[in-house]
């Protein structure tokens, strides 16, 4: 069996690292010939917020040079991360050759509201094109509840798959609470504004347990399109314990997890997108060992058990309560961590969702 992945997002960013790059290294265990085409590292396309850059005729050419590839790969499985610009190429070369596409969704890449004008002609095009990937699919790969939900009408081979963690690099430390204080991690890209409004929503409650705990800290990692949207209400919350540290290379990011000691997932409202993620942070935190507060929206109450091995939040109150709970108590934090641990090894492992993957697959080819 030959697979080939195809994203238009290279190995830094983590759709392409996880569900192609680490999905592929984990199929090659099981002597499946897997191999990434990323439009990004591969052919030296934009990506992340420099692909805003990217007008149409630059894209068409992309697609150009992925078809030429793609072309000559009869009997490969196409993979395809995501819905976007790239996908094309494999549709076409695999329609002329007969290669089975597998359509991977991680993400809501479409119009909040995509309605069809008569119920055929559509406001989103995007909307339209995913269905249509989704029927011409041998498979479809669902990343949350949510995404199997949307695409189980279009195609009866639907697998949920998480986006999962590698439980080797991401690690539980010795880390102890010291002088350096207690500190709130979040991580991520600020590529959508909806990110600002997860942000704001967690710091508003730092800050107001920071005036009865004065020895807790707040670190944002991350870049994106809306970074200085981000500073601006960073800077008007005034509290110097609140640190925008930039971007973070992949490689550098279990290291630093071991110096945190509560991992953050804001998300404000019910929204198709955010009711979409399949939160990679999430996951990483929980192999880590780390107490996480994460809003009760979308795939996070799949994953969650309130309580457990995390605390789900419904309100910005309930966000600022179960925060002080884990400051006021260590052992709270550590029991709750080790569970998460223990949940991200047994289900979300890199090891446990790569045998799904290639199961999956072994269906398809057989």
Known sequence: MRVIFITREGRRLAGARVRCYNFAAQLRRYGVDAQVLSFADSLGAMDGESERRMGFFS???????????????????????????????PLLAGALRGNKIVLDLDDWEMREDPRY??????????????????????????ASRFLEDFMRPFNA????????????????SARVRGDKGIIFSWIGTFNRKEYVDNIR????????????????????????????????????FNDSHIQMKGWLSPEDVPAYLGSVDIGLLPVVGET??????????????????????????????????????????????????KLEA?????????DMGARARCDAQD????????????EALKTLEN
């Open 59 to 89: 894209k068409l050419r992309y697609n150009h040079l992925a078809f030429s590839r793609l072309a000559g790969e009869e009997g490969s499985i196409f993979y395809i991360q995501r819905f976007n610009y790239h996908a094309f190429a």
């Open 117 to 142: 004008c008569l119920g055929f002609y559509p406001f989103s095009k995007a909307h339209f094109f995913t269905r249509l990937a989704a029927r011409r699919s041998v498979a479809c790969i669902a």
């Open 157 to 172: 081979n639907v697998y949920y798959i998480p986006t999962c963690v590698d439980t080797v690099s991401f690690e539980p």
């Open 201 to 236: 929503l967690a710091l508003g409650s730092f800050v107001a347990l920071h005036k009865k705990y004065p020895n807790i800290y707040f670190d944002i990692l991350g870049d994106g399109v809306y970074r200085q949207a981000l500073k601006e209400v960073v800077a008007g």
């Open 272 to 321: 198709k997108f955010n009711l979409s993620k399949s939160p990679t942070k999430l996951f990483e935190y929980m192999a880590c060992g780390k107490p996480v507060v994460a809003s009760a929206v979308g795939e996070a109450k799949e994953i969650i058990r309130d309580g457990d091995n995390g605390f789900l939040a419904r309100t910005q109150a309930d966000f600022t309560e």
């Open 326 to 334: 884990l400051i006021a108590d260590e052992k709270l934090g550590h």
């Open 347 to 358: 289900k979300y492992s890199l090891d446990v969702c790569g045998r799904r993957l290639f």
